[in-house]
């Protein structure tokens, strides 16, 4: 094992080094990464996104918190200005992937 | 596979996904600097991709709450946006106009004759007004009878006109046939004036010359002009003589089929067409907009080329801001994954435009959107627009949610 992760190492040292690299880089203001995103979810930072502003925040929600409440306004349970009406766009499975990306990848630092 | 193999695979996979691989990053350059093409830049870079944006502009003024400085409600100011936060995230700026591309060899040419080289091109040029399309109206019209379409000077030069206007007189605004920029643009546009003429000239009127019979957010428009407004404000549809055929600058007149309307002020949104280099570049049909693959906004005449916002066929997704931002990120993950070689996933698509009728009364419209039938086309079953009934405390929040939308945009596409 030893071995393996001795030669590993030699082999991928640039690889790792710029990984590392990348790390480590102080966060700059911008935008997350959003190449692995599921379908749909970039857009709800249009509204929801890093800052505090009018609207509802999604910083301190679970990922099980989101798709609870989306699942609410799909089915008309929770009253909403305007949510109600963008939830019905999705399907559960949508907004499990969406709600977890959210509150991984999605969050701004 | 070996344990070295595989780890290699997983660690240059993380390292695809990672920033700022300089060695072999693929070049996308963007053209435009608005709500689409600054989004699309800066969210193409963290993608460990090389990006440029082009724009002449040192600033941006935003279109999106440009109605509301029209009524004396926001200043200019409160519109303006800089790229500095682009370029400290590492985005290329370079402030010119693109005159010419050459899609086979994939190269912009700007005004100042420098060539830059991409492997794909976003256009995000927004819309040009169409001054041949409206017999009487061009550039020249417009410093006399303002359009305002485009914010900056126009919006200011309309808001003057307004102010100076004495109690009693008559404000026109004509609309144009869809497609057109933000479609419930001219009717908020009117409610707000109608809410700076109560406020300040309550003898004055309010004109609107439609060359359409139905337009967005119609019913709630239309039913908070009868209880705010009453008779001040006047909606003339295409059937009803709406439709502006020529207009004649010095006089202000606005001729119709039907007659002719004589203003105090006159506001014409003419008819538009996508930003001219989207037709140099090819990329335009006959429409005078550019037709797109609904995954991953190629456009359908030129290869290597994605357009975004305004300017392209959007099939159900209004032109918007919205529209405009949600676009470039789903734009710039299929371009990540075309450039690695990989099959773009579907995109899910979401666009909100909220209007105001007057500053604590917002409606809205929604809408979720796929890729079906080579367009991007209403999900079915969801949007739409504001309920009629809704209390005056839903109407005011959902003017708050507006300004919230607001921040949350300019702050993600600026910084």
């Known amino acids: ?109 | 596979m070996s344990l070295t193999r595989r780890t290699l695979l997983a660690t240059s996979a993380a390292a695809l996904a990672a920033p700022a691989l300089a060695q072999t990053a693929p070049k996308v350059v963007v053209i435009g600097g608005g709500f689409g093409g600054a989004s699309a830049a800066r969210f193409l870079q963290p993608m460990g991709i090389e990006v440029t944006l082009i724009e002449p502009n040192a600033q941006y003024i935003s279109c999106p709450f440009s109605n509301a400085v029209i009524a004396g409600l926001r200043d200019l100011s409160q519109q303006t946006f800089t790229y500095t936060a682009l370029e400290a995230q590492g985005i290329r700026l370079v402030r010119q106009m693109a005159v010419k591309i050459d899609h086979d060899i994939r190269r912009v040419t700007l005004a100042d004759g420098v060539m830059i080289s991409y492997d794909r091109l976003v256009l995000a040029p927004g819309i040009d007004l169409n001054f041949s399309a409206l017999p009487g109206y061009d550039e020249g019209a417009s410093a006399l009878m303002p359009h305002a379409w485009k914010a900056g000077a126009q919006t200011t030069l309309l808001r003057q006109q307004i102010e100076a206007m004495p109690d009693g007189g008559t404000i026109i605004i004509s609309a144009p046939a869809n497609p057109f920029r933000c479609p419930p643009g001219p009717y908020e546009r009117a409610s707000l004036i109608a809410w700076y003429l109560k406020n300040h000239k309550p003898k004055s009127k309010l004109l609107i010359l439609d060359a359409k019979d139905a337009f967005s957010k119609q019913s709630l428009f239309t039913a908070a002009w009868k209880d705010i407004y009453g008779d001040m404000v006047e909606w003339i549809g295409l059937s009803g003589g709406g439709k502006v055929t020529e207009v004649k600058a010095k006089d202000k007149i606005f001729v119709t089929e039907f007659g002719e309307h004589k203003a105090d002020v006159g506001n014409v949104i003419p008819p538009q067409r996508a930003g001219a280099i989207a037709t140099i570049a090819g990329a335009t049909d006959q429409t005078g907009w550019c037709p797109i693959d609904p995954v991953t906004f190629e456009a359908k005449l030129v290869q290597n080329i994605h357009v975004i916002g305004d300017a392209c066929i959007g099939g159900g997704m209004p032109k918007s801001a919205f529209s405009a931002n949600a676009q470039a990120k789903a734009c710039a993950q299929a371009i990540a994954s075309l450039l690695r070689g990989q099959n773009p996933a579907e995109p899910k698509l979401v666009n909100t435009c909220y209007s105001l009728v007057k500053p604590d009364y917002g409606i809205s419209v929604a809408g979720v959107y796929s890729p079906a039938k080579g367009l991007l086309a209403d999900v079915q079953g969801a949007g739409g627009v504001s309920p009629a009934n809704a209390s005056a405390a839903v109407r005011a929040a959902e003017a708050h949610y507006a300004e919230g939308w607001f921040k949350t945009i300019t702050q993600e596409v600026f910084g």
Not at chain 1, 14 to 21: D, M, N, T, V, W
């Open chain 1, 1 to 109: 094992m030893a071995r393996i992760q001795t030669r590993m190492t030699k082999t991928m040292g640039g690889a790792l080094l710029a990984l590392l690299f990348c790390l480590c880089e102080p966060a700059l203001a911008g935008p997350q990464n959003v190449f692995q995103s599921p379908p749909g979810a970039s857009a709800c930072l249009g509204c929801h996104g890093a800052g505090e502003t009018e609207l509802p925040s999604l910083k301190n929600l679970t990922a099980a918190e989101i798709e609870a409440a989306m699942e609410a306004f799909r089915s008309g349970g929770r009253e909403a200005t305007l949510m109600n009406r963008i939830a019905k766009g999705f399907s559960a499975d949508e907004t499990r992937a969406i709600a977890q990306w959210l509150t991984t990848q999605g969050r701004a630092p």
